[in-house]
């Protein structure tokens, strides 16, 4: 037991260490290979936890935020308590599954039709690949449908068993998605021939 608590502590310094890093200006691709080697085999509540220590020790939600990025280059969604053979994630109709069913077609989107038509217009910014862009960016825009369904049913739940650490952080990280996706919109509806001018240039 001491072994696995001195473990804990480790890790959750570790953590620490890997966020100031990203603080510091070290790249997802820099830190990567440690956060593999120490948390690969890490179950998401560990991680969860974590975290929430973290931000109890005070450490501000947007510094935990900067791991997102960490955590999906290195699990990619196959961290190994997601794929409990009896989880109710995979029950058709259950939240979580209706949540992972809509990441999946948020995923075809992007994609299927959003980069193809992304790369139509680098190379030609007419105004059929302009309308098609801010079609790709209206759909997009129902990640806020799906990010305020997720806050308002899921968040109070984890709440209400004082988890409330993961909540912020993914919260925060949805509110950096959603102002992205209004600046891309933003830009295409100000759009007048200046692709050097473009948000990613």
């Known amino acids: 037991m001491s072994q696995e608590i001195n473990n804990r502590e480790y890790r959750q310094k570790l953590l620490k260490d890997l966020i100031m890093q990203l603080h510091e200006g070290k790249t997802v691709e820099e830190v990567k290979p440690v956060f593999e ?51 109710m994630e995979n029950v058709t109709g259950h939240p979580v599954n209706v949540f992972k069913s809509e990441n999946r077609a948020v995923e075809r989107l992007i994609e299927e039709k959003l980069r193809p038509d992304l790369e139509a217009f680098r190379e030609d910014d007419s105004q059929e690949n302009i309308n098609s862009l801010r079609e790709d960016f209206g759909l997009l825009w129902d990640l806020d449908k799906h990010y305020k369904r997720k806050e308002n049913l899921i968040f109070p739940y984890l709440e209400k068993y004082e988890i409330t650490g993961p909540p912020r952080v993914m919260w925060g990280v949805d509110d950096e998605i959603r102002d992205s996706i209004k600046d891309v919109q933003k830009a295409l509806l100000e759009y007048r021939g200046k692709k050097t001018n473009w948000p990613g240039r």
């Open 37 to 87: 080697k120490y948390f690969k085999h890490v179950s998401t509540e560990e991680i969860s936890e974590l975290e929430q220590n973290l931000i109890m020790e005070g450490m501000p939600v947007e510094e935990i935020q900067r791991l997102c990025d960490v955590h999906a280059a290195v699990f990619k969604g196959s961290i190994e308590d997601i794929h409990r053979k009896e989880s």
